[in-house]
């Protein structure tokens, strides 16, 4: 059973930093894909970053170049290092599991079948 647990997310100023992270239990990374997803209030649901088995990974244009994301296999852990963070980055963030899937498919929500139950993250400016 794949369970996913989020912690780190809190109320930072712009410019800021934060690092989410995510324990799955019941995944095995080197055949899974790992991903963040946010949901800002009467927005969608927006692929953050992913990384999977292969070794690749993908950010949304958005966060391209001020966000990291990594997993450390021994600890069975997810981590989303956020910088520069801005106003609009404030959503609720979502850890998100499946088997490895295709490159187009790695930053859309519907390709994920596990979940985590979000964290909160803050960007005042």
């Known amino acids: 059973q794949v369970e996913l647990v989020e912690s780190g997310g809190g109320s930072v100023q712009s410019g800021g930093s934060l690092r989410l992270s995510c324990v799955a239990s019941g995944v095995n990374f080197r055949s899974y894909c790992m991903a963040w997803f946010r949901q800002a209030p009467g927005k969608e649901r927006e692929g953050v970053a992913s990384i999977c088995s292969d070794g690749n990974s993908l950010y949304g244009d958005s966060v391209q170049g001020r966000f990291t994301i990594a997993q450390d296999n021994a600890k069975n852990t997810l981590y989303l290092h956020m910088n520069v963070l801005k106003p609009e980055d404030t959503a609720m963030y979502y850890c998100?599991?499946?088997?490895?899937?295709?490159?187009?498919?790695?930053?859309?929500?519907?390709?994920?079948?596990?979940w985590g139950q979000g964290t909160q993250v803050t960007v005042s400016s």
């Open positions: 998100a599991a499946d088997v490895s899937m295709g490159v187009p498919f790695r930053l859309v929500a519907i390709s994920y079948n596990y």
